[in-house]
């Protein structure tokens, strides 16, 4: 019994969560400046990438994109193909791979090699292919769509499951590429799972180093691309042919071979090899104004217009076209931010949207365009921790070792260093901002971490006064909040939960009250304080590392209780509330929603059941004027478009239908019934004759009702999907008061 009543609750879970998670609208923000691989095909440049994948046509300069909103298995790709029926092969970090059907650019999922790492696809015949994964060479069919064979022992001298960087394949040769060496085979032999019938090289061989990163067959001769160097073979030996690359062999990369010419590509670039000279030249170098680094790999257009793409370091990235024969690099970037670490996001009056990131410093989006604010601007950092927007339309942006940064409604700066802040004892001007909050005073509080003077807590009032706290509070603080009568909430990584009652009276620290707060000792899950988040009604949400805490108030008493409720996860990372008083927490394994109705039937999102990013969650941020959820990530920007603006009206006159009239077809399938007046209860589907058509409870998110707004996709009670034609949609609160309106449908 007990197992049935288990398996019972796993499955109401498990389809509760999904059919909620697939309610709303997604948008998926990522970065592809970094390009794994690429391939020219039908005047189309494909690139894998470190978000996603993207194609550029070289005959109208303009990017499409693809993530997991379009099909996309893993955001983390690896390596990119095209096959002879014309169809895209997709290699992802996780082991999944996607098909992509042309011209329809539909996708296909392939999971043989899940939780595997696959580095490269390489077309073998008109119906096969081979896998380079991180345990050998596999060998998939694709009119059967299946795996036939594993090569898991790559020859005598090789460790078995050896992890194989690139294949090539000559004519009936086969050539791996390892981190230990180069084992070659033929299609001619019986059995490829038979060390015996393949054949290593090492250094011992010859091979300038031990780890091969590509090989290509170039002019009747195979080419090896090591950690020290390039080689080639004269069918016994290796010989090194660095000549021309002077300090750098051990930077080179990959190969590109067209029409016999063989290209090399590395960190200072490209490089053509001429092997009458057995020298290699570098690419253009003669311009070294406008030279490109950080080249990763390269192709050809039909008109021998050389492409590379490029890794995304030290502002590189992207692709580049040299535009022979002006001999002049051409940079493209496609869409996007320029960053996919974020840290935080806020939101600002005019709607834009502030992110701080790890790498690209502060990102700023206008819902068209990103920008960033970063040391090559004068920023004192790159990496930003925490973002918030005062009262004044400002930004204030916290840096892990560059301090306070203010950003005016002009994108004009302004540091706050040692000067008005401290950093530790070791690096006094290594100032630590981990948490930035502004109060309804305007007054902008900052955690500043690791101080030497141990002034953690700091404030700077409207009128640029400082006022610093050194009592009361460890110095390994991380986050805070600041509650509905002024308190500061202070999480630590190690001390658990400090509250700050300064009396409302910054110049006077004499009756500064640092004696509330909690520990693990007092019912916290842990003493490391993750996250922290009051709502509407005055509960203070406590994350940890090791779960969900809530505080509040009953009568006289304070309370700290835990939070059992099937949250995803215990290792909370972030809270946030929506307009209407949800409770969204992110941890390591997705998110978990609260909603204000029943609390304690959480719903969840992960990627397996919603489009999003990834399920470890940095930050989340909601946008009140338009009901946005932004979820920070350490691989990209998500953002659930849920429709809970902030209302506050008792009355229906910001009462909302859209769209109106409600088109369905396969992409559009959502009608949303919002900005209800408080107690509403139900909103009901009619049609013209009076006949119900749907009931959707408001407190019932599988119906569709949920948090002050109800959602409708279409079809009646029975699930049965509804005709073309006007429905009456009445709203019925919870004393017995109706509201009417009409909605046109047509079904497409």
């Known amino acids: 019994m007990i197992n049935r009543l288990y398996l019972l609750g796993l499955l109401i879970a498990l389809v509760y969560g999904i059919t909620f998670a697939n309610i709303y609208s997604w948008k998926t923000y990522t970065n592809m400046y970094d390009i794994r691989d690429m391939v020219f095909h039908e005047n189309e440049i494909w690139c894998a990438t470190n978000g996603g994948v993207f194609k550029y046509s070289t005959l109208d300069s303009t990017f499409e994109i693809f993530t997991n909103l379009q099909g996309l298995s893993d955001l983390d790709v690896r390596t990119i ?274 992110c701080a990131t790890t790498d690209a410093g502060v990102l700023y989006f206008d819902g068209i365009q990103w920008r960033s604010f970063n040391a090559k601007d004068g920023f004192p950092s790159n990496d930003y921790r925490t973002v918030a927007v005062d009262g004044f339309n400002q930004v204030w942006a916290g840096s892990a070792g560059g301090g306070l940064t203010k950003i005016d409604e002009n994108f004009n700066p302004q540091f706050y260093r040692r000067e008005s802040l401290a950093g530790p004892s070791v690096d006094p001007n290594y100032i630590i901002i981990f948490d930035v909050k502004i109060d309804n005073r305007n007054n902008v509080w900052v955690v500043n971490r690791e101080t030497s003077n141990n002034a953690i807590l700091s404030t700077l009032t409207p009128e640029n006064n400082w006022y610093h706290f050194t009592k009361g509070i ?100 972030a809270i946030e509330v929506d307009a209407q008083n949800n409770v969204w927490v992110g941890t390591g394994s997705g998110i978990s929603l609260l909603p204000a109705t029943d609390r304690f039937r959480p719903q969840n999102f992960t990627t397996q059941n919603s489009p999003l990013v990834n399920d470890e969650i940095i930050a989340l941020t909601f946008d009140k004027n338009i009901g946005d959820l932004l979820i920070c990530t350490p691989y990209g920007l998500s953002v659930l478009e849920t429709g809970l603006k902030a209302y506050t009206g008792e009355d229906f006159s910001q009462f909302q239908i859209y769209p109106n009239p409600f088109r369905i077809d396969e992409r559009n399938n959502r009608l949303y019934v919002t900005n209800l007046a408080f107690g509403s209860k139900t909103v009901k589907i009619y049609t013209i004759n009076g006949a119900l058509v749907k009931n959707i409870p408001l407190d019932d998110p599988i119906a569709g009702g949920f948090g002050g707004q109800a959602i409708w996709d279409g079809r009646n009670d029975r699930g049965e999907q509804i005709t073309s034609g006007i429905y009456l949609v009445v709203v019925v609160t919870e004393d017995g008061k109706t509201h009417l309106s009409k909605v046109a449908v047509i079904r497409e």
């Open 81 to 354: 193909a095209v096959d002879s029926d014309g169809d895209i092969w997709i290699g992802t970090f996780s082991g999944l791979i996607n098909l992509v059907h042309l011209p329809e650019q539909d996708f296909e999922l392939i999971d043989d090699y899940r939780r595997h790492v696959i580095y490269d696809i390489s077309v073998l015949n008109r119906d096969s292919l081979l896998i380079a994964f991180d345990n050998g060479i596999g060998l998939y069919v694709k009119s059967d769509r299946e795996v036939k064979e594993n090569y898991y022992s790559l020859g005598k001298e090789f460790e078995a499951r050896v992890h194989v960087n690139k294949i090539h394949v000559d004519g009936n040769e086969i050539w791996a590429a390892t981190d230990i060496g180069i084992a070659k085979t033929s299609l001619d032999k019986i059995n490829l799972n038979d060390p015996e019938s393949w054949t290593n090289y090492t250094t011992k061989h010859g091979l300038p180093g031990k780890q091969v990163r590509a090989i290509q067959v170039a002019h009747n001769t195979v080419y090896a691309i090591t950690d020290q160097g390039i080689a080639k073979f004269d069918t016994t030996q290796w010989t090194t042919v660095n000549n021309g690359l002077s300090n750098f062999a051990g930077e080179i990369y990959s190969f590109f071979e067209k029409s016999d010419t063989l290209f090399a590509t590395g960190i200072y670039g490209v490089y053509r090899y001429e092997p009458q000279r057995n020298h290699w030249y570098h690419f253009w170098k003669h311009n070294p104004v406008n030279d490109i680094n950080w080249a990763s790999v390269m192709c050809m257009d039909n008109n021998y217009r050389v492409w590379v793409g490029r890794w995304a370091r030290q502002n590189a990235g992207g692709i580049a076209y040299n535009s022979y024969p002006n001999q002049y690099w051409n940079e493209v970037f496609p869409p996007g931010p320029p960053s996919n670490k974020f840290n935080d996001a806020a939101v600002d009056k005019n709607g834009n949207w502030w």
């Open 474 to 573: 460890t110095n390994l603080a991380s986050n805070m909040e600041i509650d509905n009568i002024d308190r500061i909430w202070v999480g630590t990584d190690n001390h658990g939960l400090y509250v700050l009652d300064y009396n409302n009276t910054l110049e006077d620290y004499t009756d500064d009250n640092f004696n509330q707060g909690y520990n693990q000792s007092e019912g916290l899950w842990s003493n490391q304080v993750t996250a922290l988040k009051e709502d509407l009604e005055g509960t203070m949400w406590i994350g940890t590392d090791q779960g969900l805490n809530y505080w509040y108030i009953i009568g006289d008493d304070a309370r700290l209780d835990s939070f059992y409720y099937n949250i995803i996860s215990n290792n909370i990372k």
